[in-house]
């Protein structure tokens, strides 16, 4: 079973930026399409940015223009670049195949906006 584990997030002010990182412990290219999903305090988990094996990425329209994902397959790891940051941004983010499977949630990393 392959584990994935999140990392990068943190309390920044909106505008600010962050980078987080998802590290697998097999191959992300035998997976497949990757995505990054956030749950908000009171909220459903939502998919909001994906990337296919060859590296093609799509977005919600929340985050569209301003979050960039992108994987690299030989070290196994899947970025998402977050510019401008909003408060509405703030969320556990957490990395996951797309469809999502059940065994590779991790415990996700906290992303906080505010000033």
């Known amino acids: 079973q392959v584990q994935l584990v999140e990392s990068g997030g943190g309390l920044v002010q909106p505008g600010g930026s962050l980078r987080l990182s998802c590290a697998a412990s097999?191959?992300?290219?035998?997976?497949?399409?990757m995505g990054w999903y956030r749950q908000a305090p009171g909220k459903e988990r939502e998919l909001v940015a994906t990337?296919?094996?060859?590296?093609?990425?799509s977005y919600v329209d929340s985050v569209k223009g301003r979050f960039t994902i992108s994987r690299d397959n030989a070290k196994n790891t899947v970025d998402l670049q977050m510019n401008s940051l909003k408060p509405e941004d703030t969320a556990v983010y957490y990395c996951?195949?797309?469809?999502?499977?059940?065994?590779?949630w991790g415990q996700g990393t906290q992303v906080t906006v505010s000033s």
């Open positions: 996951n195949s797309i469809p999502s499977r059940p065994g590779y």
């Open positions: 097999g191959s992300i290219f035998v997976i497949g399409a």
């Open positions: 990337i296919s094996r060859n590296g093609s990425g």
